[in-house]
């Protein structure tokens, strides 16, 4: 039997049409998940409820990256606030060793819904973080 290694967390990179540089230090993929539907037929005998697949629900990419002078995430951030509303591809690419892609997860029609500052303290001395939050329509997984 082959020995098959998992791939490490932390050689990804995330790509976002039209933003040129984006850096990231923690992404969390979206939770894809689908409701259940119980019901009971009418004629049926037993308590017992049959289950039928729902709708598909998807959670939010989360990215995380420490603030440096790149204002282009804000100000897609402001557009949507200010009502010009626009969706962006985002793809998240997991990469092995060699940094060869092997996979990619592709949300569709993205935009961000949460934007979260630093928290900043005068006794430390860590990297000033920012998170952003961005929903999709739909997730493909290649």
């Not at 959670?59 to 100000?75: E, F, P, S």
């Not at 892609?101 to 569709?108: E, S, T």
């Not at 949460?114 to 329509?137: M, R, S, Y």
Request: aromatic share 8%; proline share 4%; with cysteine.
């Amino acid at each position: 039997m082959p020995d098959v290694q998992p791939y490490r967390n932390f050689n990804f990179v995330v790509e976002i049409d039209g933003i040129e540089r984006a850096s990231f230090s923690e992404a969390t993929v979206p939770i894809a998940e689908i409701d259940v539907v119980e019901y009971r037929e009418g004629a049926d005998k037993t308590s017992v409820s049959r289950k039928l697949p729902g709708r598909l629900r998807l959670g939010n990419l989360v990215l995380r990256r420490g603030i440096a002078d790149d204002l282009d995430l804000w100000h897609w951030f402001q557009k949507v606030a200010d009502g010009e509303f626009e969706r962006r591809n985002v793809a998240v690419i997991l990469l092995d060793a060699t940094r060869q892609p092997v996979r990619r997860w592709l949300l569709h029609d993205a935009w961000i819904v949460k934007f979260e500052g630093p928290t900043l303290n005068a006794k430390g001395n860590e990297v000033a973080i920012e998170t952003l939050e961005l929903t999709c329509e739909r997730l493909e997984v290649e």
